[in-house]
């Protein structure tokens, strides 16, 4: 759908915001009860401060699924009242296109619903730390022309 160079704008509390898309990270995850889902995530870079000068989004597989915007967070415990999502938890192979960054051809990935519109995501890619990441439901992005 989006490919790698390419200039995406998004909007985030009304504010939008664009990056240019580096690479595509292809995630086919088996989550804790055996069953397999996938789906694309999109790495941007742009000039900006953090949290806006790397990110990423991603849509999950299915007609209904959000999109979600993911940055990185210095939080290192899902919220409270977050309830864990068990069929996007799990061990995902992953393949990619354009800049990888720390992606390696395996991950765990442990995702929770914190709210509404609102994610939360422990991540390890093989022979690294743990990253912590904060999401919210976007509107879908769009190529600037």
């Not at 990185?72 to 354009?98: C, D, N, T, W, Y």
């Amino acid at each position: 759908m989006f490919k790698p160079n390419k200039k995406i704008s998004i909007i985030v509390d009304g504010q939008t915001v664009t990056g240019t898309l580096t690479g595509v990270d292809y995630y086919v995850l088996e989550d804790f009860g055996g069953k397999k889902c996938k789906w694309p995530s999109y790495t941007l870079v742009s000039k900006q401060k953090a949290p806006f000068n790397r990110y990423w989004f991603v849509k999950w597989q299915g007609k209904n699924a959000p999109w979600i915007l993911w940055t990185k967070s210095k939080q290192r415990l899902a919220p409270k009242k977050a309830k864990m999502i068990f069929e996007k938890s799990g061990i995902a192979h992953i393949k990619f296109v354009g800049d990888f960054g720390a992606s390696t051809p395996w991950a765990s990935l442990i995702q929770y619903k914190a709210g509404k519109d609102k994610y939360y995501c422990l991540e390890r890619f093989a022979n690294s730390k743990v990253m912590y990441f904060s999401g919210q439901k976007i509107a879908k992005p769009k190529i600037v022309r």
